[in-house]
């Protein structure tokens, strides 16, 4: 048979084996080209040393079937517990590994209801033997067996059980400089050092003591939890004070049909969170407008110049020089871009009728090569 017909057969049977294989990983020498062109910003909303710059255009898609982690833990249809809980059941291509014992940087989660769940980078569910944050975007199919959640431990320290099942922490998500390490070191211990260091800036920033707790302690008693200190009332007071009533942002960015953000901080832009759809947008904005105004009263640093300019440029700036995909077939494709100083992951939908992104979220890091995230100043 002709060499270039046996070639051609060769591309074709890996294509259909990685359809079908479930999860797939690859890595691309370069990235594609990614058009996002009809997407722009518009003038700066600015919170003291917090600029929320709002980005609008683009196809607004309907995203009103997919379901958060918050509406779906309120309504009781999704679950997540630690692993072995659930007496090792597995998802067909995604095993829940058949053991008992809980591990640290896995959850096991089952989604009972009857709606996609769409889960976010940075979102923390609270309780099991210690809290966690979720480390990567994902889509989780309706009435799904039990799957492995990949998580970072944001409470050093405990390893108690107060609870079989997680709750999540609605008012607010992990800062950037917390989702940094999850997303793109996939490191626990860097994870650790930077809840340490945000955990006891907030407290210092907001008068509620340092690392052993002063009238925090008082409150809710000595705590390594970063969703404890972030969710205690004082704290909460003093991150609102920046993010002002989120409800009035909402509603300027509603009113412009924004469907994302660039953010920067003391003048230097650090990330954009990018939705399908303003609905989206707005059903998340509380959690991201409290951990973007967090990060702001944790970091120091000199003055930058960021303007609408500067920001569309952030924008603009989406593929680079190195791609991760991984793949669940005919449910999520989730890349991650590696470019001239920031990282850029998408989630985009597979699912029927679905085929579009449903989050792009990228950050600024100093060294690509290394893939650290850039020191942003933090207090300490």
Known sequence: MNHRILAWLGL????????????NLMTAG?????????????????????????????????????LTLDEGIRAGSVVVTEQGSLGGLVRRGQPVHPHSGAEVNELVLVNNSDRPLLLLAGEIVTGGKQDRVIGADRLVPPKSDPISLSVFCVEPGRWVGQSMQFGSLKSQMAQPSVRVPAMAAKNQQEVWNQVAVARDAMKAKSGTGGATGGSLGNAVGPTTSYAVVMAAPRVQETIDSVAGNYESMLHELRKVDAKG???AINGSLVWADLFASNDLLSRYWQKLARSYAAESLTTVGEKGSADQNSAQAFLDRLSGSREVIETEAGLFRRAEVTGDGYKVFTLTALLPKAGFDVHIAKMSCEDETRQKPRPWGIMR
């Open 12 to 23: 074709v049977l890996a294509g259909a084996i990685a359809a079908i294989s479930g999860p």
């Open 30 to 66: 370069a990235a594609g080209p990614q058009t996002h062109d009809s997407l722009h910003v518009l003038a700066p909303i600015t919170r003291g040393n917090l600029t929320i710059f709002p980005v609008v255009g683009g196809t607004d898609y309907d995203t009103s079937r997919l």
């Open 261 to 263: 953000v660039v953010v």
